[in-house]
Structures are given as C-alpha cells and as structure tokens.
C-alpha cells in the first residue's frame, strides 16, 4: 500500500475522473450540510490531502458497528472513503491473520506515529488487569494504551467504546469501561449507538479527513450536528403524545393507529440521536416507526436503567412503601396522642380554681 | 359536544403539505440571478439540506418550468443538468452508480462549472490528441 | 452518576423516600392534631339556612364582602396560583399518566400548550405574591424563614416542570429528574411545615363554621 | 397573690384543643386578618395583627404538644415563654383586642382567631397579667355583685321611680313568671328608661315577667378577663336564680358580652345543659312583633343609621331583627356600609373600654367607625348594647361630631300608643 500519493492520483488510477471526484465532493458536502461552494474547496484540499492511516481496533465488541459500517446506505461514498482511507488494520475485512496482521499493525504505526487515527469498537476489560479480553496474548488495554500513543484523533464506535456498553451492564464481570475511561490526553469522538446510524461514522471520519478537524461535541463527547435533539423532539408521532394518545399494548386499536409508545416504555424523549431523521436501512424506518419504542441506545448506561418496557415517567412502585410509611405515621400520631392526652390530663386535674387573689400577681 | 378524543387527527405527513420553503428558495434564485447579472457572481442552493417536502420540490420545479437544454454528465453515475425557463438558472441532480440521488442543486451560473473542463484535463486530452495524429503521421 | 442514572433514582427510590416520608408524616401529623379533641358544646344550638360546617369549607374560599378591595393582590394572585398549581398537577397528560399507574384512575387532559402557559401564568402569580410579601408591611412583619423556604419549595416544581417541558438550560433528562426531585423536597417537607394547611385547612373552616353554625351565623 | 407563670402555662396546657392546634397548623401568614382588624387599619402597626397576639400561645402548643417542638424544646432549640413576653402582650391581647371576631370571619383558611385569643386570655389571668380596669370590674362584679358597685337598694330606688313614671307594678322574684328580665349595671346607672320600656312592652303584650333580687346582674365581667373559674361563679347565680324562681325564658338585656356569656358559655361554664332558655332582648320583641303582640304608631322621620353590637350580630346570630325592629318605628333608616354580619367594632368591647390606658388606642381605632358615619351622615345612631352606646358616645364626642346615640328597645318602648310622647325628644 503506498502512502505518499494524494488522494487524487489515487482516484485517477481507479478510473474516475475529475468531475467524479466533484459529484462525490457535492455529495459530501450536502451531507454534512455545509455550502455547495464548499465542494470545490473540499474539492482541493481532498486531492492534495496525504492518504491518512486508519487504525481500527476491536475489543470487547460483537461486530455490530463494523457490520452497521458496512450497511452505509450510500455504498459508492463508504467505498469512496475506504479508498479514501489507507485502513491498515481492521482484523474482519482485512485479508492478513495472524503474525502477518501484527506486523501490520506495528508497521502502520511506527510509520505514521502521530498522524493516523485510531478507531475503537467495543468496551475496554479492566477487570484481572484487562485479562478478560486479549488479542494475541495481549490485553486489549496495553493495545489500546499503546495505540492511542501515537494517535492523532480517536474515533470510539457504538455504545461499547463511547460508555462501556452491554459488557459493562450489571454486575459488569470484566470491568468494561469506556475509552474515555482510560485515554485521557487526546481528543476522543463518541459515536454511541448499538449500533450507530451508519452515515454518522461516514460523516464524522469525512470531516476529520477532508477538514482536519473533528465535529463540534456535546459534554458526552458526541457530535451536536447528530446527537443534538432527542428522538422525542423529532418523533413524527409527537401530536399523539400532546394528545395523550397513548398505545397501551403493541396489538391495540391505538398502537395500530401509530399513537405514541410513551406508556409502552419509549425513551425517546431522553434519548439524544438522529434516528428519527436519517432513519435506518436506507432511509426506511425506525424503531418508533416500526413500532417499537426507542430503547435509549446512544445514551450512556441505557442497559440498566430500568425495563425497555417501563415508561419513563411511571416511578418504581411507591405503593409498596405507601402502606408500611402510613401505618408507620399512624403509630406515631397514635402514640403522640396518648402522650399529649396524659399531659392534658395532668394539667387538668393539677387545676387550681382561679380566686380574686389569684389574678394579682 | 366533540372531546378531545374524537377531534379528527389528519396527519398531513411531512411529504404532503406545502411548507412555504420553495417560496422562500424562489425570491433566493431571484436574488443570486440579480448578483450575476450585477457581479458577475455564480452560486448554487442545495435542496437537500433544506426540510423540502415532495409537494415542495413539485411547486419549485414547476415554478423554474425548462429551458431549451438539457445537459447529461455520465461520470460516477448519471446526472442530469436542465436549463430552467430563466437562463442561467440551471437545475441540477447528481446519482451516484446504483442510480441513487445523492445531490440536488440549483445552480446560478452561465453554465454549470462541473461541465467545464478542467484545464489539465484540456491539456491532457491535446497530448493524447497529438499522439493520436503522431501515431498517423510520425510527428509534426 | 449521569443524567439517566440520576432520572433513574429520582423516579425510583427518590420518590418511594419522598412517597414514604410524606404519607407518615401526613398521618403522624393529623393524628397529632386532631387527637387533641375539643369539648362538647353544651349550650342550645341555633338553627341557621347555610351555617354550618360543610358550608364554611366551601364559602371560606371566597373572599368575605368588603375584604376583596382591601387586598387584591392576596386574593387574585391566590386564586390564580391555587388554580394554576391545580390545573397542572391534575389536567397535565404526563401527571395524569402518572397518576394512572400509581392507582389506575385516569381522565381526560387538557392540551399541553395550555397547560404551558398556565405554568407562566402560574409563576407570574406566585412572584406577584412574593413581591407583596416582601412589600405589605404585615406580610414581611409576620414572615419567618419557613415563608420564604415553602415558597421556594412550592415554586420550583412548576418552574423545573416548565423548562423540562420547553427544554431549556439543561437537556431534558437532567431537567425532567430535578423536577422529579424539586417535587420530592417538596412532598418530603409539607407534613412539618405551613404547607400543611393543605390538610389542616379543611378542618379548620370546618370547626370554625361549626362553632359560628351553632351560633346561628353563617361565617 | 399566687398568679404565677406555671399556672398560666397549665392553664393553657389544659385548653388547648384540636382546633386551636388545626387554626396554628393551617396559618399561612398571609396577613388578611390585620385587614379586618380596625386596629391594624387604624393605627398601621402590624404588631396588631390578630395571629401575632397569639404567638406565646402558638409557641406553648408547639413545645408542648407536637413532637418535633418537644423535641426541639429538649434539645433547647426552642424559645420558652417568658412571663416578661406576657407581660409585653397583655397590650395586645386586651387592649387591642374586643374579641369583636371579625379576623374570626375573614382568615382564608378559616382560623377561629377570636376563641384563640378568648383560650389565651385564661392563662393570661391566671399568669396575672390582666389589665387593672377588667380585674377591678371582676372584682366588683364578684364580690359586690356588679362591676359598677351597682346592689339590690339602687334597683328598688329605680323600680319604685319606674313604677311612678309608668303607673305599672314592676314585679320582683315573681315565681313561676314567663320572662326573668336582667339588667346591666350600665343601664340601672346611665339608661334608666331601658327598665320602664320593658315594663310598657310586657304590659302592652300581656306577657308575665320578673326582675330577680340575686340575679339582676347580666354582664359577666369573667368572661372579658376570660377566666372560666371567676366566670363560672358570676354566671351561676343567674342560673340558680332563673331555676329558683322557675322561669321559661332569661332575657339577656342591651349588653355585647352578656348575651355570650349566658346564651352561649353559659352551659358550659357550669358543664350542664340550661333547663330555661336564653334570649336577647331584640329577640323576644321581633318574636311579638311576629306574633302581633307589639303595637307601636307613628314614624321617627329623622335618618337614622344601625350600629351591629358585635358580641350580638357577628358573634350572636341576632341579625336581621334589629333591622325588623327599627322599619317598624323608623321611616328614614339607613344601613352604613359593612353593615350587618360585617360590621366594624365600636372599639370598647370585650372589657376594653374598662382598660384606661388603652383610651389613646380605643379613640384611634374609633376612625374606622367615624368614617362609616362620614359616609352615611345620620341624625341619630340606634344600637343595642350599652356599652357600645358609652364608647360610641366618647368617640364621636372627641371627634365632635353631633350624633346622638340611641338603644334601639327604648326607642320602641316611646311608640307604644298610650305613652306618645313628642317625637324626638
């Protein structure tokens, strides 16, 4: 793999001309919804731009975000970002196993120390010193330490990377903690999801790439441009749930009419994410359109707050500790009363009848 | 007397009902066609980015209405660049390879830059050109 | 600790705490009060149309002739603040859905456009109060801390509930749990404070309508 | 001399009650009482408002009978009742205070201020702190038999010289009677025609009566320090003397406080129901008035305006017959504004017009019923209760303003056919 072409050459060696190269430059740019004059300036700066190295490593992670990755629903762009990338070290995809793929692994980053950026899918096992989770006789938290020396910028991939994800539900055995967690010094991107909506991860190393900078984030570190609003806000079935037109079970009248899932344990309206925009599987649904409620997935720690199926504003049971409170009180007022009774009491019967006298002092 | 409940819900979904927007797109042609014709300036406005409906883009389209060109661009999948009924207001639409649209512009310019060529490409094309006639008279 | 943790112990635990430290302090309280007991009166009661204890419950809330105009503000920014919390609490569809999984009743509810400006109007009221107690010499006069603390305590639910519901300063996980937890603090300190004339209130019209009843003169 | 703070504070350990413990859990502050209270509104010193001159009571109900205040009190968190502190509010609890009720009447969450105040004033008493003026009238009352000084000799004089002017047999502890008539002292000393207009009214309506020689006395002089004991033995003599002498009805004369004392303390001064009933004056003429038993003719033509007695219309239920009463002998009467069951205090009531250093006081508060006049101009002012007359008297004198004060039960007796006199002499 030769590094020291531009991105431009790269892409006439492929066969595709200049205004290829502009189309996909437009078609970026409106993506990631800036100016069309931007295109032609992206236009330049991606041609002259050096072919940066993409590091990505897996941990404790079920493949989900490499499998949402590879949905992209615009194929000709994620093949124009994979040419784009030089993606040296991505043990699914890559047809290298074993000592070769370490090698390759190391060579990539000896040589581009500093400049290439590293992609984290999955939770980090802090558990037994990381033992939990090794590649290659080596725990994923060495790997990840050592990577994210030389990193220019991290992208951390899905729930697991961004918050620790599934692994890290209750009780949590190995440990799992988020990237964040561990890498404190560089500058991480949270793309949380399980998995995350495909054309974010396109968008974000898209910008990083053609511009060099990383999106504006929010303080859990993820891109405003995407995690801005929450479902809620954007949700189409809104003004049933201003009606209180509310589905009470998946197969009622209600449900059928596509009223809102509030009781049926949506979280949308504190689950920050573009599902409800972008939609997934190319733009066809999403979960609230399919009739599910959003389960929270891009937020941190979703796997243990309370059931999917719980609506977010019916509290625990505090009937349970409404009796035991009220007997409680009773006893209490009982016992007060019976106190103040005798003290009356005495005060009635210690009752010295007033005479003349007794008004003067 | 009609409670809230039987008050008929007609979810105009966000595809059937005019937003006002192509409006506001139109009076914004307007405006960049009067910085061409002053300043000689070329810009473009990107619908896809905008919350357009389909009923939108309808009334846009039949507002701009066709000019006498209609430009095809094979490169990385088919785009169609039409003339609209006012000259130098072109109206623009890339597809990529599985014929999915990926841009819609509305360009302001005498003519869409991307069916300029670009100069290295012209120099190129004279080389191979030079070569070709070489090729059948052994150089000039 | 994040926000969806946070929301999560609020809606939770929280509020069995809160649920729990109020319905025994509401009854240790009553019971307190009302066992004290009063004597009976054995002097030739007084038939009277409309005096009687029941009655008083219900004319008490209206403003006796000639005291509207001595103090407006008392009353207007009462009733309206009253009204307003009322409104809220019990017309508001996410309250009622609320209501409807603790003990199952439910009813129809008011749009909630209307319900967010009777949140402003609400405010409003309560900060139109406020500024009269501050002001009216008496009010200040008789105004201790607790005044001034069950003021805050009530006024916060509304304003928490109100920016949760237009989104504004803080995202609405975080803002919908200090809602959450501002009605904690407040069902947690009303059995100990003044707020508990909510209780207290019915029987105290209900004694003084009884007694002026007896008397004939309906109060 | 034994009146000490303990007792006081056993006092009130002994009368605080279920309500009082409701009105002090339901007070919110809110200050609406002082808007009723004519000596806030007068005088604009909020330490007159009506919940305020409770508050060494409201404190001895929270240290003693809640939890939390016991606690508090135990950790000494708490602020004790000092005898100086009642001693400060014997001012405010007397002087400023008619037990008029009308805080009573507004407080938005139905505080009974006034029996409050009536429960405070018994550890008052019996801490010693009640002023001079009411302890020397109880002192009269009790052992002398009035608080004017007033014995049986002044109420024969009085019915002899009746008897001459009438020409009608006043009848003195006449067994079996229907009516027992009592008097105030004020009224043997100051409104003597109160006597003789009974004496006409009874004769017109055929009605047997009595005066009765160990029970003239109606005012309770006990109830205004609010002291139960001293009350309870002023009382009883009116009891044993209307069961003695077997009488249907007592009729309670033109007095405030009397008609509490006797139609609604009464039983339970002396812990059982009466066996006789207990009217006011004004109630017995409106029943002949009903029954047709009261003929009076001719008109008093000059504006005539209502002062409500508190203790008898608020505090009494005696409200619509006073109005009965005068449209029958008046033909210009005016009601004043907040009239009726609303009516503004004289601003003597409850003993405070026997508290001397409360004049100052009692003439400022008079403002509130010196405009209500203002606005209605009257030529005469009727009322019912003597008391009321003398203060209404020294206030529109010190603010000279020429309205006569007239009782409302002699203006009646002078329409009666056969004793026309001139009109309005």
């Known amino acids: ?361 | 007397m009609s409670t809230i409940e039987n008050i008929s819900i007609s979810i105009a979904g966000p595809d059937d009902m005019l937003t006002g927007q192509a409006e506001a797109v139109l009076t914004e042609v307007a405006e960049m066609l009067r910085r061409l014709i002053e300043q000689n300036i070329e810009d473009s406005i990107d619908l896809r980015s905008l919350p357009l409906s389909t009923v939108d883009r309808k009334w846009l389209d039949r507002q701009l209405g066709h000019g006498e060109v209609e430009i095809l661009l094979e490169a990385g999948g088919r785009s169609v660049m039409t003339e609209t009924a006012y000259p130098g207001v072109w109206r623009i639409t890339h597809r990529d390879g599985q014929d999915r649209v990926v841009a819609e512009f509305v360009e302001v310019a005498w003519v869409p830059n991307i069916v300029k060529p670009d100069a290295g490409d012209v120099k190129k094309g004279y080389e191979s050109l030079l070569l070709k006639l070489d090729g059948k008279s052994a150089g000039a | 600790m994040n926000e969806l943790q946070f929301l999560t112990w609020v809606r939770g635990p929280g509020l069995n705490i809160a649920v729990g430290i109020f319905l025994l302090g509401v009854l240790w309280r009553l019971f307190e009060i009302y066992s004290l007991g009063r004597k009976k009166d054995l002097s030739a009661p007084r038939q009277a149309s409309g005096a009687s204890g029941f009655h008083t419950i219900f004319r008490r809330s209206l403003p006796p002739p000639g005291m509207l105009k001595r103090s407006p503000v008392s009353y207007i920014g009462g009733y309206v603040f009253h009204i307003g919390l009322a409104l809220i609490v019990f017309l508001f569809a996410p309250h009622i859905l609320l209501i409807k999984n603790l003990i199952g009743v439910s009813w129809p509810a008011l749009p909630s456009q209307f319900i967010d400006l009777m949140a402003v109007v609400t405010m409003a009221a309560m900060i139109v109060v406020l500024v009269d107690r501050i002001n009216k010499p008496v009010k200040r006069y008789l105004s201790t801390f607790e005044d001034w603390f069950t003021w805050t305590v009530t006024f916060l639910p509304v304003l928490t509930g109100w920016m949760a519901v237009q989104h504004l300063l803080l995202p609405y996980t975080t803002m919908l749990a200090l809602h959450i937890l501002s009605v904690e603090l407040l069902l947690v300190v009303l059995p100990f404070t003044k707020l508990f004339h909510v209780f207290t209130l019915f029987g105290s019209r209900w004694f003084n309508g009884q007694v002026n009843g007896h008397k004939g003169v309906p109060v | 001399m034994s009146a000490t703070l303990d007792k006081g504070v056993r006092v009130l350990k002994e009368v605080i009650d279920a309500p009082i413990a409701s009105y002090f859990n339901s007070c919110v502050h809110c200050g609406l009482c002082a808007e009723a209270c004519l000596f806030y509104t007068e005088t604009g010193d909020p330490k007159y408002t009506p919940i305020h001159k409770l508050e060494p009571l409201r404190r001895i109900y929270e240290q003693e009978y809640t939890l939390l205040g016991r606690l508090k009190k135990m950790a000494g968190l708490s602020k004790p009742v000092t005898d100086a502190e009642l001693d400060e509010w014997q001012e405010l609890v007397y002087n400023s205070c008619t037990l008029c009720a009308r805080c009573s009447a507004v407080c938005p969450v139905g505080n009974d201020i006034v029996y409050m105040v009536r429960k405070f004033r018994e550890g008052m008493s019996a801490a010693g702190h009640a002023p001079e003026g009411i302890k020397g009238a109880v002192n009269r009352t009790v052992s002398i038999g009035s608080p004017m000084g007033v014995k049986l000799p002044a109420v024969q004089a009085q019915m002899k010289h009746v008897e001459a002017d009438t020409g009608l047999k006043i009848p003195l502890d006449a067994e079996g009677a229907e009516f027992m008539v009592m008097l105030s002292s004020m009224e043997i000393i100051n409104f003597p025609e109160y006597l003789s207009a009974i004496a006409r009214i009874m004769h017109q309506a055929g009605k047997t009566w009595t005066l009765c020689s160990t029970a003239f006395e109606a005012t309770n002089a006990g109830i205004q320090i609010g002291n139960s004991d001293l009350a309870r033995v002023i009382v009883s003599r009116i009891v044993e003397g209307a069961e003695k002498l077997k009488v249907k009805t007592v009729i309670s004369p033109e007095c405030g406080h009397a008609y509490t004392a006797l139609r609604w303390e009464g039983a339970n001064l002396i812990g059982r129901p009466f066996t006789f009933e207990v009217k006011h004056i004004l109630e017995v003429l409106a029943e002949f008035q009903e029954k047709g038993l009261l003929k009076t003719e001719g008109f008093e033509t000059d504006k005539l305006t209502f002062h409500d007695p508190c203790q008898l219309v608020r505090r009494g239920g005696v409200v619509q017959q006073p109005r009965k009463l005068l449209n029958q002998v008046a033909k210009n009467f005016v009601e004043m504004p907040d009239s009726g069951f609303m009516n503004w205090c004289c601003g003597g009531g409850g003993g405070a017009s026997a508290i001397e250093e409360g004049e100052a006081l009692r003439l400022e508060a008079f403002k509130r019923k010196k405009s209500q006049l203002e606005s209605v101009k009257p030529d005469r002012l009727v009322t019912a209760c003597a008391n009321c007359r003398i203060v209404l008297e020294e206030g529109l004198e010190h603010y000279q303003m020429d309205i006569p004060v007239v009782g409302l039960t002699e203006m009646i007796a002078e329409h009666l056919p056969e004793s026309r006199k001139p009109e309005g002499s």
């Open chain 1, 1 to 361: 793999m030769e590094h020291g072409d531009t991105l431009q050459e790269r892409m006439e060696q492929n066969g595709m001309s200049r205004r290829t190269f502009i189309k996909y430059c437009a078609s970026l740019a409106s993506l990631m919804a800036l100016p069309p004059s931007a295109a032609y300036a992206m236009a330049e700066a991606l041609g002259k731009a050096k072919r940066p190295s993409v590091i990505w490593l897996p941990f404790q992670e079920c493949t989900g975000c490499t499998e949402s990755i590879t949905r992209s629903h615009s194929p000709s762009i994620e093949g124009m970002i994979f040419d784009m990338i030089s993606l040296d070290y991505q043990e699914t995809l890559m047809a290298a196993a074993g000592h070769q793929a370490e090698e390759a692994l190391h060579a990539a980053m000896k040589e581009n120390y500093g400049k290439y950026v590293l992609i984290i899918d999955g939770s980090v096992a802090t558990g037994l010193d990381g033992a939990y989770s090794c590649i290659a006789g080596r725990t994923n938290l060495e790997s990840l330490k050592e990577a994210a020396k030389g990193a220019a910028a991290i992208i951390a991939l899905g729930s697991c990377a961004s918050y620790g994800g599934i692994p890290k539900a209750n009780p949590n055995p190995t440990g799992a903690v988020a990237v964040s967690d561990i890498i404190k010094d560089k500058p991480i991107v949270n793309i949380p999801g399980c998995p995350p909506i495909p054309v974010v991860i396109t968008g974000v190393l898209a910008q990083f790439l053609t511009f060099g900078t990383l999106p504006e984030l929010d303080k859990l570190g993820r891109p405003k441009a995407v995690y801005g609003e929450t479902i809620h806000d954007r949700c189409y079935r809104r003004p049933f749930y201003d009606q209180g037109k509310f589905a009470k079970t998946f197969d009622d009248e209600g449900a059928r009419n596509g009223w809102c899932l509030f009781e049926l344990g949506c979280k949308g309206p504190v689950t920050y994410n573009a599902c409800a925009t972008s939609k997934w599987n190319d733009s066809t649904s999403f979960p609230i359109e399919s009739g599910h409620g959003c389960i929270g997935c891009s937020e941190p720690d979703f796997w243990d707050a309370g059931g999917f199926y719980k609506a977010l504003s019916m509290p625990a049971d505090p009937l349970k500790v409404a009796a035991t409170a009220a007997v409680a009180g009773a006893a209490v007022g009982v016992a007060v009363s019976f106190a103040n009774r005798a003290k009356k009491g005495a005060a009635k019967s210690a009752h010295e009848t007033t005479t003349l006298e007794d008004l003067e002092k």
